[in-house]
């Protein structure tokens, strides 16, 4: 490589990097920092250190919200990956197909992607689980005074684990609004791979008399592997991380997230921001959990 | 394709249960933003209407200000989006292409970046951001440093979106064959040639895909908008939504019909680029 | 033992406890509003209205249309008396300004901010993020005792300037009233009755509306406050009380008896749900501040209230909720004398008239405002908290926000299993010394 060749993609490298790491990763270092102090959030100078205490009392004095939240994440992570993610991804796959009128599918389906927030949650609390006016009481008859189903509400377990934890109705019918908006997104990312398989490999594979589910089980989903594995990784992060749903529709008991526990120490007024921060630096390590994880599978095929 | 006719109509029939099923709540809440708030909230939101009319359209339009905090949300998107893009391509394609010592652990960081979440990083950011003075540019930097600046915000954007992009463009520039590279050597191309007119032209469908999505968050963005910028004026179209609502008292179909208005830019992008996913690799490079 | 000892960083020389501090507060607003006890006007050594010139930032969380309105009244107001000022005014939408305050005192880009009286003002001020304008208060009349205790803080300043206030009462249908023969129960029995008979009657007793957990927490306040009076429900707030007293105890046990009479799936209604409930006529009562009237333009109309009746004779009925809204000054503006300047207008008669003239829906601080277009829920809301004894601000402004989240999350569990209490109030008390002692050390 030219000298300049090296000093241009050292350029190309640097700057991007210096922008992410100093915006991303300095605040997170100083996060995890934080977790072992008390601080009010003003004066500098009021940033106490007290060691694991923050720690402690997450897994002691407010536990039960802890471990309500890291099941609910899970609990995300399972609809998603058995759910949400193989939807999207059989809903790209039939569009692909060229069929009439797909561009209309497409960005019906889309919708719920990129509609804001507030909308989001006007739809799902009043417009669809409203106890009194909303469409599933409606239709199921049930929004007379006494009768109605409380859908938001609700802290039952729907299946139970232990006498605390499980999942709730109501956090169930908050996957509902998740489910719907990740399916757009798995199948925007899937179209786009699925349109980077080379054409005359399909045609290869028809000629050769197999049938539709032979044709992808052999030919096309091999090459997807890239897509594949971004998909999955999606669907970590957006379980993992889930805030956006759960928050615009108040959080009912039941369905508190990582997210929200972090949010909760760390907005206006509170008085431990290092609490707030021992949360995001436990939601950090469970993230990179899985990336190291994935990045060794990753490596270690490629080794081989 | 190698599908069937069969096949064909049953996808269709599949995909239009589908899209009913997934556009039921929002017709409900489309219908509420022609009606008013006194008619709904007693009759219903699939009542027949009895009132329809444009007056929601017409106040949000002017309690949201749209035109003030659309110009702001433009001002942001559109250099985030192709700083994002941009950036994170570079990096891809030294990643992917090359290999050399800091090889892997750059893509890990970019990677491991993508999966912090905004809330764990907000404070430390924001004292960051307060203490690093910038200069003075109307609009684009009103408070003089990064805390309070649109110029602030599109750095967080890119800064946070680009571990995203960077993991998707490197996964998708690795697909591309070696040979390519191999080939511009030849033919003596600098490496800037060799990113600029061959790697990224072949990137185009994931950096639409890319496109489209990112100009989707970053559009719908409140939480570093509102958490860095303190100035109400000075925020996205975001901002509008919730200025529609009342400490007590919101009126819904006011901010659906506010909220129809806003997203209209993210269909249109999603509806423009979609050709752009198709057109797939194209199949001629590696065989002349 | 006891909590108290509200945390006096090390700067104030002064440290008056924060118990005493509410009790002078509350036990003198009996003097709010049209009350007397008024301060007369001290003429030197005060703010003087005209004497600045400048530019000004006023940060406002008032995104409604008439509180917008209504702020811009008093801020035109308050330019056309003294020309050499320009203020402008910094709107951010009420959820968002909340979340974001401490954001926006260290961004420190507006000189006066909208804020709350109670615990959530003397918050920030014992931790100097505010200015001290105690000579504005020197030159303030019209304003109650009661009030003037309610703005200040540890150290015995003023960090505070009200301007206005609303109450939480049982509210009523009146049309349903007088169509189905019911009165305004005046004790704990005859209000079981009346749910009694309204019960019988097809109607449910009590709407109830839990979205976002925190309308609740004003049953809660109102039955502390008669059953285990207002000095006991001051020091729960302030954490020298046990949640897992037996007198908290009694609360809960009146409540669950309650209960049965109320709507049931609370947590998943919004408040405004409630009020349509209360409009349609199938609820008769909802115990909320009296904004619910601005659900719409038919219950404006038909609605009434009544004082949640006495449970204890001993106890009476005469503590209330009456949340406070007003001013503050950062503790560095960039222009001092017109950030005091503007406080001291505020508490004119002319800004608060100013007020009213677009936002009819609150009762105004001081006692010089012009009552005369007030409306009827007005007129009685200003009667109740002048007639009262012991007001508080509601529960989250009472006490350690975080600790008022907990609150909210345990009320929100015990209306869906009550048979649960007694384990909900023994993590709440430990949750609760958690984070009094953080705030505390």
Redesign the interface.
């Known amino acids: 490589?030219?000298g300049?060749?090296r000093r241009?993609?050292v350029a190309?490298?640097g700057?991007?990097?210096f922008?992410?790491?100093?915006?991303?990763?300095?605040?997170?270092i100083?996060?995890l920092g934080?977790s072992f102090t008390?601080w009010?959030?003003?004066?500098?100078s009021r940033i106490s250190w007290r060691g694991l205490k923050n720690y402690q009392?997450i897994f002691t004095?407010?536990e039960?919200d802890f471990y309500e939240a890291v099941l609910n994440n899970l609990w995300v992570l399972f609809f998603l990956f058995v759910i949400a993610t193989p939807l999207g991804m059989f809903?790209a796959y039939?569009?692909d197909?060229?069929?009439?009128?797909t561009?209309?599918?497409?960005?019906?389906?889309?919708?719920?992607?990129?509609?804001?927030?507030?909308?989001v949650g006007?739809?799902?609390?009043?417009?669809?689980?409203?106890?009194?006016?909303?469409?599933l009481n409606?239709a199921l008859g049930r929004t007379a005074?006494?009768n109605?189903?409380?859908?938001?509400?609700?802290?039952?377990f729907v299946i139970q684990l232990t006498e605390n934890y499980g999942l709730s109705r109501?956090f169930l019918a908050l996957i509902a609004p998740l489910i719907?908006q990740h399916?757009g997104?798995i199948m925007?990312?899937y179209?786009?791979g699925l349109?980077?398989?080379?054409?005359?490999m399909?045609?290869a594979?028809?000629i050769d008399g197999?049938t539709?589910w032979q044709?992808f089980r052999k030919v096309i989903a091999p090459s997807l592997r890239?897509?594949n594995?971004?998909i999955m990784?999606i669907t970590v992060?957006t379980g993992?991380?889930v805030?956006d749903i759960v928050d615009v529709l108040?959080?009912?008991?039941g369905t508190d997230v990582l997210?929200l526990l972090?949010?909760?120490?760390?907005?206006?007024?509170?008085?431990?921001?290092g609490?707030?921060?021992a949360y995001?630096?436990i939601?950090?390590a469970l993230?990179?959990a899985?990336?190291v994880w994935y990045?060794r599978s990753t490596?270690k095929e490629e080794e081989a | 394709?190698?599908?069937?006719r069969r096949?064909?109509i049953f996808?269709?029939l599949?995909?239009s249960a589908?899209?009913i099923v997934?556009?039921?709540?929002?017709a409900?809440?489309v219908v509420?933003s022609f009606r008013p708030y006194a008619e709904?909230?007693t009759q219903?939101?699939?009542s027949f209407p009895d009132t329809l009319n444009l007056d929601n359209f017409r106040d949000a339009w002017g309690r949201g200000n749209f035109v003030r905090h659309w110009t702001v949300t433009f001002i942001v998107v559109i250099p985030a989006l192709f700083l994002v893009l941009w950036?994170?391509s570079?990096?891809a394609?030294?990643v992917s292409r090359?290999s050399w010592r800091f090889n892997?652990a750059?893509?890990?960081?970019?990677?491991?970046?993508?999966?912090?979440?905004q809330?764990?990083?907000?404070?430390?950011?924001f004292?960051?951001y307060n203490r690093v003075p910038i200069p003075t540019i109307p609009l684009l930097s009103d408070s003089g440093e990064l805390r309070g600046s649109l110029i602030g915000l599109i750095?967080?954007h890119?800064?946070?979106q680009?571990?995203f992009c960077?993991?998707?463009l490197s996964?998708?520039m690795?697909?591309l064959p070696k040979e390519l590279n191999e080939a511009a050597m030849v033919d003596g191309a600098?490496?800037?040639r060799q990113?600029w007119q061959i790697i990224l032209p072949l990137t185009r469908?994931?950096l639409?895909?890319l496109a489209?999505?990112e100009f989707?968050w970053i559009?719908?963005d409140?939480f570093w908008a509102v958490a860095l910028i303190q100035k109400g004026d000075n925020l996205p179209i975001?901002s509008s939504?919730?200025n529609l609502?009342g400490e007590f008292f919101t009126d819904?179909n006011l901010?659906?019909a506010?909220?129809?208005m806003?997203?209209i830019p993210?269909?249109l992008i999603?509806?423009a680029l979609?050709k752009q996913?198709?057109?797939?690799?194209s199949?001629g490079a590696s065989k002349g | 033992m006891s909590n108290s000892g509200y945390p006096a960083p090390s700067e104030w020389s002064a440290h008056i406890s924060r118990r005493s501090l509410l009790k002078g507060s509350v036990a003198a607003a009996a003097t709010v509003a049209l009350g007397g006890g008024v301060l007369a006007a001290c003429g030197d050594g005060g703010v003087a209205l005209g004497s600045s010139s400048g530019a000004l930032t006023i940060g406002s969380n008032a995104s409604d249309a008439a509180p917008q309105a209504g702020l811009k009244a008093i801020v035109d107001a308050f330019m056309a008396q003294n020309s050499e000022i320009s203020a402008t005014i910094n709107t951010l939408d009420h959820n968002t300004y909340?979340?974001?305050?401490?954001?926006i005192?260290?961004a420190g880009e507006d000189d006066v901010l909208a804020w709350f009286a109670g615990f959530?003002n003397k918050?920030f001020a014992d931790?100097?993020?505010l200015g001290d304008i105690s000579d504005v208060w020197d030159s303030v009349s019209g304003l109650g005792e009661g009030f003037k205790t309610a703005s200040t803080a540890s150290d015995g300043k003023q960090y505070f300037m009200p301007t206005s206030y609303y109450t939480w009462a049982v509210n009523y249908n009146k049309d349903v009233f007088s169509e189905m023969g019911y009165t305004e129960p005046q004790t704990m029995d005859e209000l079981k009755a009346l749910a009694g008979r309204m019960q019988s009657d097809g109607i449910?007793p009590f709407a109830f509306a839990?979205?976002?957990?925190w309308p609740i927490m004003g049953t809660f306040d109102i039955l502390n406050m008669r059953i285990n009076g207002y000095d006991f429900h001051v020091d729960l707030m302030g954490g020298d009380e046990s949640w897992t007293d037996a007198r908290v105890k009694n609360v809960f046990t009146a409540w669950e008896e309650l209960l049965p009479f109320h709507?049931?799936?609370?947590?998943?209604?919004?408040w405004q749900?409630g009020a349509?409930?209360l409009q349609d006529g199938?609820?008769g009562m909802h115990l909320l501040g009296t904004f619910e009237a601005s659900h719409s333009e038919e219950l404006a109309d038909k609605m009434d209230f009544f004082n949640f009746p006495e449970i204890d004779s001993s106890v009476g009925a005469s503590a209330l909720d009456a949340p406070i809204d007003g001013f503050q000054m950062i503790a560095d503006p960039s222009n001092p004398a017109a950030a005091k300047e503007l406080l001291l207008f505020m508490s004119t008669k002319e800004a608060q008239n100013a007020y009213l003239s677009e936002d009819p829906s609150v009762v105004a601080s001081s006692s010089e405002a012009d009552t005369s277009t007030y409306n009827a829920l007005q007129k009685k809301s200003a009667e109740f908290a002048n007639a009262a004894t012991g007001i508080s601000q509601f529960l989250d402004r009472d006490t350690?926000?975080?600790f008022a989240?907990k609150c909210g999350?345990m009320f929100?569990?015990f209306i869906?299993d009550p048979s649960k209490v007694d384990g909900l109030l023994t993590?709440l008390e430990?949750?609760k010394?958690?984070?009094f002692d953080?705030?505390n050390?």
């Not at chain 2, 394709?1 to 069937?4: E, L």
């Open positions: 490589m030219t300049r060749d241009v993609l190309m490298v700057v991007p990097t922008l992410h790491v100093s915006l991303i990763w300095v605040p997170a100083f996060s934080l008390k009010n959030g003003f004066s500098l009392q004095v407010f039960k809903i039939l569009l197909k060229n069929l009439r009128g561009t209309i599918y497409q960005s019906l389906l889309y919708f719920p992607v990129v509609l804001s927030l507030a909308v006007f739809i799902w609390k009043s417009v669809i689980y409203s106890p009194r006016q909303g469409l409606t005074e006494g109605q189903i409380d859908w938001l509400g609700n802290s039952d109501n719907w399916v997104y925007v990312l179209l786009a349109k980077s398989v080379d054409p005359s399909r045609e594979a028809g197999a539709e044709a890239p897509v594995v971004v990784v992060i993992l991380r805030f108040n959080n009912p008991t997210s972090v949010t909760e120490a760390t907005s206006g007024e509170s008085s431990n921001l609490r707030g921060s995001a630096t939601l950090l993230c990179f899985f990336v990045l490596f | 394709m190698i599908s069937t096949s064909r996808a269709q599949f995909l589908m899209v997934w556009i039921l709540p929002i409900g809440m509420s709904t909230s219903g939101f699939f950036f994170s570079m990096v394609f030294a090359y892997i750059l893509l890990m960081l970019f990677t491991a970046g993508n999966l912090l979440p809330q764990a990083i907000i404070i430390p950011l004292e960051i750095l967080i890119v800064a946070f680009s571990g960077t993991f998707v996964n998708y690795k697909t600098s490496l800037w990113y469908p994931a639409a895909a489209t999505l989707a559009y719908n409140y975001t939504l919730r609502s819904d901010v659906a506010g909220s129809l806003v997203v993210t269909v999603y509806i979609r996913f198709i057109s797939g690799l199949v | 909340q979340e974001n305050i401490t954001n005192l260290k959530r918050f931790q100097g993020q449910t839990n979205d976002g957990k709507q049931e799936g609370a947590n998943g209604r919004t749900e349509q409930a199938t609820a350690i926000p975080d989240g999350d929100a569990e869906e993590d430990d949750q010394v958690a984070i953080d705030f050390s």
